[in-house]
């Protein structure tokens, strides 16, 4: 089993900057895919971005291109997801997810295996 905990949610202006954090434990795993997911009431799970277990590989859905970095530190067990220039339409709940055993850059919610338990960004306009 493995769990992750998501941090660094909160209330912003438009045009300001959040970072998100998300960090693995539990039973140790090789590589992995993390990703970053959001989701609005009444709607789909989609993808932000996600990033291969060496962290050289990243995707990033076009709303967020330019505005929006994945990264893994180190110890590969954590994910980040740095947000600048948020938009209203940024606001979520926004979920961290990982695809163990795999290094891929997965892109749909059925394609993850753990999920945390997501935190609140609300960009006000």
């Known amino acids: 089993q493995v769990q992750l905990v998501e941090s660094g949610g909160g209330l912003v202006q438009a045009g300001g900057s959040l970072r998100l954090s998300c960090v693995a434990s539990?039973?140790?795993?090789?590589?992995?895919?993390m990703g970053w997911f959001r989701q609005v009431p009444g709607k789909d799970r989609d993808l932000v971005a996600t990033?291969?277990?060496?962290?050289?590989?990243?995707y990033y859905a076009d709303s967020v291109k330019g505005r929006f970095t994945i990264s893994r530190g180190n110890a590969k067990n954590t994910v980040f997801l740095q947000m600048n220039s948020l938009k209203a339409e940024d606001t979520a709940v926004y979920y961290c997810?990982?695809?163990?055993?795999?290094?891929?850059?997965?892109?749909?919610?059925?394609?993850?295996?753990?999920w945390g338990q997501g935190t609140q960004v609300t960009v006000s306009s």
């Open positions: 997810a990982v695809k163990l055993y795999y290094t891929a850059l997965f892109r749909t919610p059925e394609d993850y295996d753990y």
């Open positions: 990033i291969d277990w060496g962290g050289s590989s990243t």
């Open positions: 539990g039973r140790t795993f090789g590589s992995s895919t």
